[in-house]
């Protein structure tokens, strides 16, 4: 099959190097390029030889009269936008300069009439139409029409990566009235939620400080849709906390939280906290996991470790559990940059908003409601469950004691429930402990249930217009309360 190469200056250069024989653009189109490379392809001799469609006989004789030939293969690899703006400290001058304007237009071209022209935006499609051009003398219309959609999803994704770098150059963009999206693929998963649902992973372009995306997998099987879903969360509620601490997660919900002057120590409290739901569960720790941490966590099945860094006698020892997935995070700790977004799929639409990285609005604005006043310790406490609570599906209550979470009640459709199943979980280690909601509480009945239960303090963002009759149950019982002032709803 005899082939006339036509390309632009640097790739034709490059191509004439090699003895490959090549056509220069500018003798196509009998103008130079210009203005530093910006105007290369946009030219009629180029796009018609493109856009002609070859059944079309108006559409050749127009070709054949203005000697302009037919294109039959468009092949592009577009500026190195993304490679550019993942560099450090790009500028946006360089940023800018690294926008491709004549490929995208060519290959949308090449696209529209794939049914005439063959067009390859990825080098990973070379080996496969050489495939067909030797087996069968042409490329099938089955696999021009696959090449055409891929192009139109790489250009998509080009345009959108763009925008959205560029939106974030504004101050105080906030959302946009339009909203394109862009996320890379990072691997098939073995099914969804359920075995009879498809999923997959993807991640966003640019790197994400702190994010599961960022982890690097030392040892067992691929990670599911539950895990890595489950892994987010602990995760979230994980970057809460400077001191060494554990996060245990089973089903979205944190089941164990400590923190400790060491990891182990950190460890051992939050599978003391329940060391039922543990089992089969996930589990995170900013700190370095030692080989004293491993042969505890080892005793137990856990489906994933997540640590920012592992001993070697650690890794030997988590190892010898064939199922166990260890990742490694080095940047574990680290908070979202701001103007992160939060979203949620619905039927036929998508919910955005802010990440809720906030945990009070102010420590100064902490407001005593009781006759009572919390001591140091209480106080200690009442922050760790509040950082518990926020990330509990609502409605949630987590009750805590000496940094340890003791029992945690989530998405229960009514307070006095959450209240009831916290307080279960707790056990005889509930009294002298302090009790955290993610929301007000609109009737005095938890105050009376952990009363009853022997809870010392209570923090709630309040709000409720019938605040005082649970300021006044706190009063009779001798419970400290505080108001936050902010509410962490988690759906």
Request: hydrophobic content about 40%; proline content about 5%; some cysteine.
């Amino acid at each position: 099959m005899e082939v006339e190469i036509v390309s632009t200056g640097g790739t034709a250069k490059t191509l004439a190097e090699a003895g490959i024989p090549v056509i220069n653009v500018s003798d196509v189109t009998g103008f130079p390029e210009c203005l530093d490379g910006r105007v290369k392809t946009l030219h009629p001799a180029i796009h018609a030889g493109v856009l002609a469609i070859r059944k079309n006989e108006q559409h050749m004789r127009q070709l054949k009269s203005l000697g302009i030939q037919p294109i039959d293969f468009v092949v592009i690899n577009l500026y190195p936008f993304k490679q550019t703006i993942l560099k450090g400290n790009v500028q946006l001058e360089e940023a800018i300069e690294n926008i491709d304007i004549g490929g995208p237009t060519l290959l949308r071209a090449a696209a529209k009439n794939y049914q005439d022209v063959t067009v390859i935006v990825d080098p990973a499609d070379y080996s496969m139409v050489l495939g067909e051009l030797a087996k069968y003398g042409e490329v099938s219309q089955e696999t021009k029409f696959k090449l055409a959609v891929k192009v139109f999803e790489h250009t998509a994704h080009y345009d959108a990566l763009i925008a959205g770098y560029l939106r974030k150059q504004i101050k105080d963009a906030g959302f946009p009235e339009l909203l394109t999206l862009t996320y890379e693929k990072v691997q098939d998963l073995r099914y969804g939620e359920n075995p009879h649902q498809k999923a997959v992973f993807y991640r966003e372009v640019l790197p994400v400080p702190g994010s599961l995306t960022g982890a690097k997998q030392l040892h067992g099987k691929e990670l599911s849709f539950n895990n890595i879903s489950d892994t987010n969360g602990a995760l979230d509620l994980l970057r809460e906390f400077d001191e060494p601490t554990v996060v245990a997660v089973k089903h979205a919900n944190p089941c164990g939280v400590a923190s400790a002057p060491t990891i182990y120590e950190a460890y051992m409290k939050a599978y003391e906290a329940d060391p039922i739901s543990i089992f089969g569960g996930i589990v995170v720790a900013n700190r370095e996991i030692d080989a004293q941490t491993a042969a505890e966590i080892n005793k137990i099945f856990i489906e994933i470790v997540v640590a920012p860094s592992y001993t070697d006698e650690a890794l030997e020892i988590l190892k010898r559990k064939k199922n166990i997935r260890i990742l490694q995070l080095e940047d574990i700790s680290a908070r979202p940059p701001k103007g992160i977004w939060d979203t949620r799929k619905v039927l036929g639409g998508l919910l955005v908003q802010d990440m809720d990285t906030e945990l009070l609005p102010d420590m100064s604005q902490l407001k005593v409601v009781t006759e009572k006043k919390p001591t140091d310790a209480e106080m200690e406490d009442l922050i760790f469950a509040w950082k518990v609570v926020k990330h509990t599906r609502s409605n949630g209550i987590a009750i805590a004691k000496n940094k340890q979470s003791l029992g945690i009640g989530p998405g229960q459709v009514n307070r006095i429930w959450a209240v009831e199943q916290a307080i279960q979980r707790s056990g005889d280690k509930v009294k002298g402990a302090v009790l955290a909601s993610d929301a007000f509480f609109p009737f005095p009945d938890c105050v009376e249930a952990a009363a009853k239960a022997g809870i010392s303090a209570i923090i709630q963002p309040g709000g409720s217009i019938r605040d005082q009759e649970s300021i006044d149950a706190c009063n009779r019982y001798g419970i400290a309360m505080i108001f936050t002032g902010m509410r962490h709803f988690k759906h």
